[in-house]
Every structure is written in C-alpha cells, then in structure tokens.
C-alpha cells in the first residue's frame, strides 16, 4: 500500500467484483435484509483470492471483501510470466474448470468466473474451459482458484 501525494491510500491490488446478491435472513419480527459480494483481487504477479462476504449495504459488503481477500491470497506460478507451467483441472462444488498452457500471443480465453480469476492473477495466455453443469460464478471462480493451487513449478 503507498499513499499518493494527495494523502489516499492505494493498494498494490486490483479487484473485481463477480457477483452481487441481495440475501435474506427471517426473523421474528420479519426478513432482514443483507447484501452478499463475491470480490476477485489479485495483484497481475501470481497473487490472487476469491472471498465472499456480507453487509448492511452493498459498499460495505464490498470492503468488507476486499479487506478478507488480502488475507487469504494463492501464488500462482506463470511460466515466462504469461501462462500457466502444465494443464490442470480441478473441481469445486458442482463446478469443474480445465486449463491449458498456450504459445504467447494467443490471449486468455476464458468466461464467467474462471476468467477474472485469471485475469487477476496476471496469465495472459491460456485457454480455459468450464465444464461443470453450474452457471454460478461463485462456485466457477472458486474452482478456478482450486486449479490454480494444483500448479507446481518447474525446478530446472
């Protein structure tokens, strides 16, 4: 974190938010209700984490994310700084991801969940499919955190 001439705080971390939800808790006296966000952050060098966390309102919820999300980050490895060293696949809940290593200059090809993820972590080459049966980008940002920590480096 450096703090700018102006005296904001700046954080070395980029963040995304993927998804917004407006939940419900039922009480005696009714519903209360509370906002859930799904926040991405990740620093473009191989840091990166996916946190879900709930709030009053939405721009506490978010914060509130982003303050959990630097406390719980995964190193990715890259290859040559731009893709990933081996193909992998992982799963998570009903969701399952695959991705594959690709030449540089081919961009990341990637949707939903798995591809802000990726983003985030700094792999600009890689194709990446999503193959489970869900369309929750929760649970496909999850798994693609899940694959990612299944990478191991090569030591030449």
Do not use: W
């Not at 808790?25 to 060098?45: E, H, N, P, Q």
């Not at 978010?62 to 731009?82: E, H, N, S, T, W």
């Not at 049966?133 to 496909?140: D, G």
Request: positive net charge; aromatic residues 4%; glycine residues 10%.
């Amino acid at each position: 974190m450096t703090i700018t001439k102006t005296g904001k705080k700046t954080s070395e971390f980029q963040d995304k938010v993927i998804d917004l939800r407006r939940v419900t808790r039922v009480v005696a006296g009714g519903k209360r209700f509370s906002f859930r966000a799904t926040v991405v952050i990740g620093d473009l060098k191989g840091r990166v984490g996916v946190v879900t966390a709930k709030g009053l309102d939405v721009a506490s919820a978010i914060a509130k994310a982003r303050r959990q999300a630097q406390k719980c980050l995964v190193f990715v490895p890259l290859k040559d700084g731009r893709t990933i060293p081996h193909d992998v696949d992982a799963k998570y809940s009903a969701a399952r991801v695959r991705f594959k290593p690709a030449r540089p200059g081919h961009g990341l090809i990637a949707g939903g969940g798995a591809r802000a993820v990726l983003e985030l972590a700094g792999v600009r080459d890689v194709s990446a499919k999503q193959m489970g049966r869900t369309t929750n980008k929760l649970t496909n940002a999850m798994a693609a955190l899940e694959a990612l920590k299944k990478l191991k480096t090569d030591n030449k």
